[in-house]
């Protein structure tokens, strides 16, 4: 499906769920959310519905997001479905890995091809500052599980400025001894993400640079994204940057995104979409839910606007409530 600017838009993120069992506190407060009750959320039918009538359209890479997904009961077995059906090549989950360890060798089993953990840092102290949690040794469990059952592996890292330092450095580690690519991510101004600061990608690869000196870029495919990678002579892994708010990357953007709720969301940055779920509840048939996506994607905004002040229907929920 190529949009009304020549984009093809391959990539469908889902989110199955607004619940996580951390409170990062980019993401949202201590308290958390008031969360959706259970009969506002998709089912597994109705997104696979929905899937079935993309994969028509051209989508055929599917990142399963929340909340944390690994909390939705049955995730499991809506990954294997999803693998079914004609079309859709790649399914990938990100995940705070809490739960990633006792799940690995399910996930791995039902099709999953890769998994991407959210994490800021390898120290305790400050990854339960950042949480608002004390479980780092599950997720660094779960991570080592995730390897062991043959899941591409990779880790998310949101640096912010009140913490940048030692950690960012340490995190090179996990590149360095293990076969995982490390993304930094610039923090997004969406929710609670604008009260921190975010560190830019080209300070940190002006740090990393500066200790192991110019980097290459990678010639190995490393997913779907937006990301760029680097490869340190000596690592086991690659280092890559998402830098949506210092690099606009926009003209590339190849991804819609599906909220808990069952508003298809055509950017990150913007609350315009369509709401599916009354049109699914309805009897909406497959055919007409075809051309009311086909639409709304060829009406996807141009741009975000991150480095504007003025722009109109911004995105004032949270990142856990939109899907990431």
Known sequence: MVDGIGRNIDYLRISVTDRCNLRCLYCMPEAGIENLEHEEILTFKEILTIVKVVSQLGIRKIKITGGEPLVRKGIINLIRRLKDIEGIEEVTMTSNGVLLGDMAQELAGAGLDSVNVSLDTLNKTSFNSITRRDCLDKVIYGIKK??????????????????????????????????????????????????????????????????????????????????????IPGF????????????????????????????????????????????LRSGISREQLKIVIEKAIHNKPVCHSFNSDCADNIELRNMVQIGG
Do not use: W
């Open 236 to 279: 086991r892994a690659s280092v890559g940057f998402i830098s949506a708010v210092t690099d606009e990357f926009c003209e590339n953007c190849n991804r819609i995104r599906l909220t808990a709720d069952g508003n298809l969301k055509l950017c990150l940055h913007y609350n315009k979409g369509v709401a599916l779920k009354p049109l």
């Open 146 to 231: 995730s390897v062991e059952a043959g899941l591409k592996t990779k880790i998310n890292c949101v640096p912010l400025a009140q913490l940048h330092g030692e950690d960012l450095k340490n995190m090179l580690k996990i590149v360095k001894e293990y076969p995982i690519d490390v993304r930094f991510i610039e923090l997004m101004p969406i929710g609670f993400g604008k009260s921190y600061s975010p560190v830019s990608n080209e300070q940190i690869l002006g740090e990393i640079e500066n200790e192991y000196g110019r980097l290459q870029r990678s010639k190995t495919k490393h997913g779907n994204g937006p990301a760029v990678y680097y490869d």
